[in-house]
T-cell receptor, first 107, second 114 residues
Framework: KNEVEQSPQNLTAQEGEFITINCSYSVGISALHWLQQHPGGGIVSLFMLSSGKKKHGRLIATINIQEKHSSLHITASHPRDSAVYICAVDNTDKLIFGTGTRLQVFP | KAGVTQTPRYLIKTRGQQVTLSCSPISGHRSVSWYQQTPGQGLQFLFEYFSETQRNKGNFPGRFSGRQFSNSRSEMNVSTLELGDSALYLC?????????????FGPGTRLTVL
């Protein structure tokens, strides 16, 4: 079993829909990161969380440390949100990555 | 502030050769981490350098090595290349003032081994 599990693996949405991507982990962490990777490879860090909830524009990330679970929400999705979203946990000074969720948003 | 830069962006090598990849972090960032991304294994941690010292290492063979210079620039080297080393190699820098810190990724070097 992977130490970081994401679901779903693939997600298709219509523009405007509310989207949720889930991440569960089984190791101790000091923080959890949500990353976005566009075709071509560039990775952008969206959030770093160690507790609670963070919001940036249409993106919201939450983490429940007791349940070892985090969610990334996208409100009012847009085609430009199409990308791979990756959850990564900070474990003893190294990142362990989930396998990613491929999101496609159609107009 | 300039972002993280990596050179070269693309590289083609043959089996048995060696390769050196370079990463220049954001100015002021002292931590540089390296990652390998392949379709089969996804993203995997290679190693992390902080103030010229390797602080952490992932589960990769000794053919993978790295170093960091006094200006925080980092290089990674892969010797005796194998077909399976074909991947996107990403570096990321952070301030690393605290244990966990936001990482800023470079565009990556895409290595193809023939």
């Amino acid at each position: 079993k992977n130490e970081v599990e994401q679901s779903p693996q693939n997600l298709t949405a219509q523009e405007g829909e509310f989207i949720t991507i889930n991440c569960s982990y089984s190791v101790g962490i000091s923080a959890l990161h949500w990353l976005q990777q566009h075709p071509g490879g560039g990775i952008v860090s969206l959030f770093m969380l160690s507790s609670g909830k963070k919001k940036h524009g249409r993106l919201i990330a939450t983490i429940n440390i007791q349940e070892k679970h985090s969610s990334l929400h996208i409100t009012a999705s847009h085609p430009r949100d199409s990308a791979v979203y990756i959850c990564a946990v900070d474990n003893t000074d190294k990142l362990i990555f989930g396998t990613g969720t491929r999101l496609q948003v159609f107009p | 502030k300039a972002g993280v830069t990596q050179t070269p962006r693309y590289l083609i090598k043959t089996r048995g050769q060696q390769v050196t990849l370079s990463c220049s972090p954001i100015s002021g960032h002292r931590s540089v981490s390296w990652y390998q991304q392949t379709p089969g294994q996804g993203l995997q941690f290679l190693f992390e350098y902080f103030s010229e010292t390797q602080r952490n290492k992932g589960n990769f063979p000794g053919r993978f090595s790295g170093r960091q210079f006094s200006n925080s620039r980092s290089e990674m080297n892969v010797s005796t290349l194998e077909l399976g080393d074909s991947a996107l190699y990403l570096c990321a820098s952070s301030l690393a003032v605290i244990e966990a810190d936001t990482q800023y990724f470079g565009p990556g070097t895409r290595l193809t081994v023939l």
